[in-house]
């Protein structure tokens, strides 16, 4: 951590490249972050839909309010829509098995109940919309069944638009509009992360509530496809959403990530839309993440089998883990928030940053009903 805190407070070309983050260093610790709203706008608690006794320690230990995870299936194929049910039906049936744990959030009442509870909110979203299969009216049964996030595509094109790695970039489908009205009609979160640069664009523009695209980077700061750029993250934060930024290779144009890559990014993204406008989504496991061979093993067969499926976005690589080595503990949340704050950051943006901002976001989206 010392070695850590130094390069971010002292390394003079990035503070030079960032318009705040520069002053001397805040206080913010242990009891800031017992006192905020810490929300990952998209991860996985490290156990699919089991709890196993890993996972129930990493989410004693992280002291989190909310984890959004994936619930659904992504990417084109047959059997999206049952295998979804399935696997959104299994992740309630978590929370149900686990009461004094999880809290399957449904409202914004539950994710201020899971904060006074101790408890993990546990926040169902899809990554894709293939999960529809192409009927309008499972948006309202999904709802239903607990999920309250509904990203618009996964890399690749599917019937409401282009992904992030779609060389074509056409943007919104008609059916694509249909199901952005028919989300925000059943008063579900638009997340527009992993679209393709027009589809975002496009989504942002046709949405008329407040929305998300949960894990992202900037692509001023590494072009490539799935980050957003400066007019982009403008535009969503006009219509009053927040942009999550990820943990994830896409943060640099080579080699590892790293913690100054992270805080970078998000300096970025306050300068250019504002600090009620950003938030974390790690796109990683709420339990301690490896580093070792082992871990650089399952990369490599984990990149293999995305690049056979077509899925597989630049900037991955067989040999970048997707995460960030300074942050792999069940509470790099605080980690990151005392970075922050060695940066400069007041405690009041960082509260904001942590889960601040998301908890607003949701709170103006799910009804208490």
């Known amino acids: 951590m010392t070695t850590r805190r130094a390069l971010l407070g002292g390394g003079a070309a990035f503070a030079a490249s960032a318009l705040i983050g520069a002053a001397p260093p805040s206080r913010w610790g242990e009891r800031d972050y017992a006192r905020a709203t810490v929300i990952d706008a998209q991860g996985a608690t490290g156990g699919g839909q089991r709890m196993t006794p890993e996972v ?15 619930v659904g299936r992504v990417g084109n194929g047959p059997g999206q829509f049952h295998d979804s049910v399935a696997e959104v039906a299994r992740v309630a049936q978590m929370c149900l098995d686990h009461p004094g744990l999880l809290l399957l959030v449904r409202t914004a009442a539950d994710l201020a109940e899971a904060k006074h509870s101790g408890r993990l909110g546990i926040i169902c979203n899809f990554q894709d919309t293939s999960p529809l299969d192409g009927d309008l009216a499972h948006v309202a049964l999904f709802r239903a069944m607990g999920v309250r996030m509904i990203q618009l595509t996964y890399n690749t094109r599917n019937l409401a638009g282009d992904g992030a790695v779609e060389r074509a970039d056409a943007g919104l489908s008609d059916y694509g509009r249909k199901v952005i009205a028919e989300i925000e009609a059943q008063k579900i979160a638009l997340d527009l992360s992993h679209g393709g640069a027009r589809t975002i664009a496009e989504g942002i523009a046709a949405a008329t509530r407040p929305l998300a695209i949960s894990h992202t ?44 890559d992270l805080i970078r990014h998000i300096e970025h993204a306050v300068n250019i839309c504002g600090e009620d406008h950003v938030g974390i989504g790690t796109d990683g496991s709420l339990t301690a993440q490896r580093t070792d061979a082992a871990a650089y093993a399952a990369q490599r067969e984990f990149y293999a089998s995305r690049a056979a499926r077509g899925i597989a976005a630049p900037g991955e690589a067989p040999d970048v883990l997707n995460l960030i080595p300074d942050y792999v503990s069940p509470r790099r949340f605080l980690d990151i928030g005392r970075d922050l704050a060695a940066r400069g950051h007041p405690p009041r943006r960082i509260d904001k940053i942590l889960g601040g901002n998301f908890a607003r976001l949701f709170g103006s989206l799910w009804p208490d009903n």
């Open 217 to 260: 980077g900037c692509r001023a700061l590494n072009d490539v496809p799935r980050n957003v750029g400066d007019a982009t993250l403008r535009a969503m934060a006009d219509k009053g959403g927040v942009a999550g930024i990820y943990l994830m290779p896409f943060l640099r144009t080579s080699g590892q990530p790293r913690a100054e």
């Open 56 to 70: 129930i320690a990493a989410i004693r230990t992280a002291g989190m309010t909310a984890l959004s995870m994936t």
